[in-house]
């Protein structure tokens, strides 16, 4: 049963309990930052240590790590564009042809995110880039509508 599937099935109609199920999905595939691998999909909860430095940041980002450093991660959160462009980047990334925009590339460090990194199968990459299970915030700690962070 795929992560959709298993979301119509228990009815969750709104952001919190979607991501609640698709967590749970993934709690067989949780790692943490040591096994973590350059070109695959990881959703995790996160909080930036540098939070007031930042105009605004994803707490459940979708990132696909690019590089991997012992202090942190290089990765493309797709949070950060539109619903249909993180489809269309899983898709092209299955088809190993996906080209990334400098404004999905984000720094992580790991102890922000407890250190637990759920990673996404191939076979689900697209059903999580349709989730909208991001949730943004502004330096001062505010919810952001993802409207206005969202490029295409």
Do not use: C
């Amino acid at each position: 049963m795929s992560v959709l599937d298993q979301i119509k099935k228990e009815n969750a109609s709104n952001r919190n309990e979607q991501r609640k199920i698709a967590f749970n999905y993934l709690f067989n595939n949780a790692v943490e930052h040591s096994g973590i691998e350059i070109g695959k999909f990881y959703l995790f909860e996160y909080k930036p240590k540098y939070l007031k430095q930042l105009r605004h940041w994803d707490r459940y980002p979708y990132v696909l790590v690019l590089e991997k450093y012992t202090d942190g991660i290089l990765g493309a959160n797709l949070h950060y564009t539109t619903q249909k462009n993180r489809i269309l980047l899983a898709q092209s990334y299955l088809n190993k042809n996906i080209k990334i925009k400098d404004y999905l590339l984000h720094r992580y460090i790991p102890e922000k995110a407890d250190n637990i990194f759920f990673q996404v199968e191939d076979k689900d990459i697209v059903d999580f880039a349709a989730l909208t299970i991001e949730q943004f915030y502004d330096s001062n700690n505010r919810f952001m509508s993802s409207i206005k962070i969202q490029k295409v």
